[in-house]
């Protein structure tokens, strides 16, 4: 069995259950999950288990699809609740899987601390015969050994010990048993390929300051597992559960993909454009391209739901290379001009389960013009169509005249129609068709359950449009009712150019958002920024789930809890990615005042209950990795890079771009001058520089987390995280206060010496409340409220505040504030972080303004009124255009586009918007 070497996973027999114990606060949930097979859980070994039935490539919380009448269309299954509970081993066949070729084991449960030694390491291993296996982490997905077909019995030759033989598959990451850790652990298996399959679950400790352990991997014992689920690991599971369903573009790697959730089916649009010389050309809206004006724009994004009930998205295309058709000669050509070709998607009859898809052109189109629409099942399916079958690892899909049949395996079947052309063509080899436009230039597709797929309502079902007529009126309908929904509460008449801001921050938001199985729905900064298919940048992210919670709780969420996943080592990473990890580095310390904002605004105390350790570990490891000592004070926060014998995510650790990297500031002309001191294995890398910015968000991060200590009563922590933020203020303010420019400064650890390279960052002493009423004052009449440094024109007219400081620099700077003072030289550079404005810094200076502590400051107030007004014009400027939010601007101009390193369309961009939204009221 599991509990003790391993799991015969297609027979029965007796598991004892286990008395609870002692446990650790970490839930471990082993799971070997498909399409569900009954909805009563029962006990396997010291685990809880269900049994499905086929199998499955998206996780297990996708695929509870709930009524057992779902489960492929068999009988309800009934699980047993008398007798033995659940049965593995020789003596018979698992409940429920009678007729079917494959099945799988859900288990859950958590560790027992009576097992593991407190702070030691451990890395885990599956053994697997004859069968797929999964295995994560905390979410992090460790072993992908899924889809190796076909699955044989593999001798274990690394000499540890297979737990009853098979492949042995190693963890690719260690975990650390800590009481304030939560490790999530789950085991998927696809079962039943073969009639003896097993699987074992195997540990072994590890040697901490070496990559090859000496000790020998051996079974996890009974007593190491526990049959419990805490009530917030339930809560997360249910929220994906409602996220991650029905028709999205959760695909990052093209806006023109749209798939269908749980079961991974999806359709691909492209326009196939008639060329020079009778050939063809493809043009697709992958992501959003570079341009300056409108009418250079390739791709256009407009509205996009957070749960796709209504997307827009505007494709343009130039005729200068097109010709007529093949009845003409190739050297005639069309007039040159351009059309624009537009792509709407709506949830037909509110079912999240059925898309409307209408693209529509803005003028004449040439004759062989034709749209083509090619079926797959994506993610891990999308490549392992069989030629002999047409039949993959997700199900079947068969040929239509007039669309597709698809058959997930163990979900309702989808049928794909399109409707009013009667000139359509169908490649059953690739699965695609092509479609010619109307004569109003118009295509229509329509994807539904194969039940719903008919011409008219009745019986529950949906009413399927019979024309393309009736598909445009839908789609002016599924905008009309996107308007109504935004007027509740953004009606023009009453919030003026902030209905602008809020299209800008949604439609960014919701284009950007993905699936991917190892993360969930997320946000990535960017659809084509970082790797894929994902890349988590830890700042970027928790920002995200800020701009998510405007509307959306269940999306914010999602990527709060993605995001909040400490290494081994104790930090939040600075990036994540399917690849890699950045184990040597954290980014700036934004997750515990986003976590305070989203309960306050929703009062889930689950959440806090969940992410509270995690957030708890960060701050520890900040506390012993980054604080720099100073004297006998409690010493300031620097930054650093952890010194690793092995290459991390990026290169080299202990290396001065690592360093800097943590600051978020990748090219910040404030550690122009600053290189590491180098470092023994294992110990820290720092950059001999106390740093006001990193320190301020720190004091933020202890200030919010012995808040949220007090809502789940932590009361001893909270007291610990009270004492550590009232030990550093005054050591902040005695060694980094200038009174001399009136401004908080670095300031090097081992000369002393001021670095007065000004930037945002260093006005993060207000996010707590560190900095004094008059300290506030002076920075933000001397620094922001100066046209010389931080640029923002004063919009009061009462006279009792103070007049702008004039400019004397003679360098534009229009749109505040820019990442590096006006007066530095290399605010002139205008490049990334040397120069340009960035939404990130303009909220988290409005943050600090917003401190109830300076409420009745003038100059502070004022100040925030007019970071507020240049946010919004910034980010209007070009939305209003180009329907642009750009990665950063040009302080002088406003363009984003005038750099290669400014993407068009990034996610954080949108804090300009929520800024302006702030400062209203109205978020």
Not at 175 to 202: H, I, M
Not at 466 to 478: F, H, T
Not at 740 to 753: F, L, P, Q
Request: hydrophobic share 40%; with cysteine; net charge neutral.
């Amino acid at each position: 069995s599991l509990s003790t070497t391993s799991l015969s996973l297609c027979h029965q027999q007796h598991i004892p259950t286990t008395t609870m114990g002692s446990l650790l606060p970490a839930v471990v949930g082993v799971a070997m999950a498909m399409f569900f097979c009954g909805k009563l859980p029962v006990v396997g070994g010291d685990l809880l288990g269900s049994v499905y039935t086929n199998a499955m490539v998206l996780p297990p919380v996708m695929h509870a699809q709930g009524p057992a009448s779902r489960n492929n269309g068999t009988a309800p299954c009934v699980m047993p609740v008398a007798g033995p509970p659940f049965a593995v081993g020789a003596g018979g066949a698992l409940p429920c899987t009678q007729g079917h070729d494959t099945a799988s084991v859900r288990l859950d449960g958590m560790f027992s601390s009576t097992f593991f030694e407190p702070g030691a390491s451990y890395r885990l291993a599956v053994s697997a015969s004859g069968a797929g296996v999964r295995l994560w982490v905390r979410g992090w997905l460790l072993v992908d050994n899924w889809l190796q077909q076909p699955l044989v019995t593999d001798s274990d030759s690394s000499g540890n010990g297979g737990g009853g033989g098979g492949r042995l598959l190693e963890a690719a990451w260690n975990f650390t048993v800590d009481s304030k850790l939560n490790y999530t652990v789950r085991l998927e298996t696809l079962v039943c390929k073969q009639p003896d399959a097993t699987v074992g679950l195997l540990f072994r400790r590890e040697d901490s300051a070496s990559e090859t352990s000496t000790f020998a991997y051996q079974p996890l014992p009974r007593h190491a597992l526990l049959p419990v689920v805490s009530a917030p690991e339930q809560e997360r599971q249910r929220l994906q559960q409602r996220l991650a369903r029905g028709w999205n573009t959760w695909h990052r790697a093209s806006a023109a993909d749209h798939l269908h959730l749980p079961s991974a089916f999806g359709l691909s649009l492209a326009l196939l454009v008639p060329a020079a010389n009778q050939t063809t050309r493809t043009v697709r809206w992958d992501y959003v391209d570079k341009c300056a004006t409108a009418d250079a724009c390739r791709v256009r994004p407009d509205a996009h739901t957070y749960n796709g009930s209504f997307t827009r998205i505007t494709q343009r295309v130039s005729t200068d290379r097109l010709v007529n058709d093949a009845t003409t000669t190739p050297t005639t050509t069309m007039p040159t001009s351009d059309f624009n070709v537009t792509a709407t998607s709506l949830h037909l009859g509110g079912s999240r389960d059925a898309v409307v898809l209408l693209l529509k052109a803005n003028a004449t189109l040439p004759a062989l013009m034709r749209v083509r629409v090619q079926a797959g099942y994506f993610f891990n399916c999308m490549v392992n169509l069989d030629p002999d079958t047409n039949a993959s690892v997700c199900g079947v899909i068969a040929p239509h005249p007039r669309g597709f049949d698809a058959q997930p395996k163990g979900l309702p079947a989808i049928q794909t129609r399109v409707i009013g052309s009667d000139d359509v063509s169908s490649n059953a080899s690739d699965h695609s068709l092509t479609v010619a436009f109307d004569s109003k230039g118009r295509v229509c597709v329509v994807s539904t359950p194969a039940q719903a797929l008919h011409h008219g309502a009745g019986n529950g079902r949906l009413a399927v449009p019979s024309s393309v007529d009736a598909c445009v009126a839908l789609a002016a309908a599924a905008e009309a009712a996107w308007h109504a929904e935004l007027d509740v509460k953004y009606a023009r008449a009453k919030v003026g150019r902030n209905r602008d801001a809020i299209e800008a921050l949604r439609s960014v938001v919701g284009w950007n958002a993905m699936y991917d199985m190892r993360v969930k729905v997320v946000n990535p900064v960017s659809r084509d920024f970082g790797a894929q298919p994902y890349a988590l940048w830890l700042w970027d992210t928790y920002f995200c789930t800020l701009l998510a919670a405007e509307s959306d709780r269940d999306l914010a969420y999602s990527n709060l809890i993605e995001i909040t996943r400490p290494t081994v080592y104790g930090d939040v990473p600075g990036i994540r990615t399917a690849s890699d990890i950045a184990v040597d580095r954290s980014k700036p310390y934004v997750g515990a005042f986003i976590l305070e904002d989203h309960y306050n605004r929703f009062g889930d105390k689950w959440l806090v209950e969940l992410l509270f350790d995690d957030l708890l570990v960060w701050t520890s490891w900040i506390t012993t990795r980054r604080v720099l000592p100073l004297g006998n004070t409690s010493g300031l926060v620097a930054l650093g890079s952890d010194h690793f014998p092995f290459p991390v995510e990026g290169g080299a650790s202990c290396s001065r771009i690592h360093a800097v990297w943590e600051s978020g500031l990748d090219n910040s002309p404030m550690y122009d001058d600053q290189d590491v001191v180098p470092a023994p294995l294992f110990a820290v890398c720092f950059l001999p520089l106390h740093d006001v910015g990193m320190t301020g968000l720190y004091l933020s991060m202890l200030d919010s987390m012995a808040r949220l200590a007090d809502v789940i009563g932590r009361t001893a922590d909270a007291k610990e995280l009270r004492a550590k933020f009232a030990a550093m203020v005054p050591t902040l303010s005695d060694r980094l206060w200038n009174a001399d420019i009136g401004m908080y400064s670095n300031r090097r650890s081992d000369t002393g010496e001021f670095v007065n390279r000004i930037s945002p960052f260093n006005f993060h002493p207000m996010l707590s409340g560190a900095a004094t009423k008059q300290q506030a004052a002076t920075m933000a009449k001397q620094w922001l409220l100066n046209a010389s440094r931080f640029c923002l024109q004063s919009t009061s007219n009462s006279g009792n505040t103070t007049s702008n400081i004039p400019d004397t620099q003679g360098l534009a700077c229009n749109y505040g504030l820019p990442s590096i003072s006006r007066d530095d030289q290399a605010y002139a550079d205008q490049s990334y972080w040397r120069g340009r404005t960035w939404g990130p810094m303009n909220y988290l200076v409005y943050k600090g303004l917003s401190h109830p502590r300076y409420k009745d400051v003038p100059e502070v107030q004022e100040a925030k009124q007019a970071l507020a007004q240049a946010s919004q014009e910034l980010l209007l400027g070009a939305w209003l255009e180009t329907h642009h939010v750009h990665e950063n601007y040009n302080a002088a101009t406003g363009s984003g586009s005038d750099v290669r390193n400014s993407n068009p369309f990034y996610t954080w961009g949108a804090l300009l918007a929520y800024i302006s939204l702030a400062q209203e009221g109205l978020v």
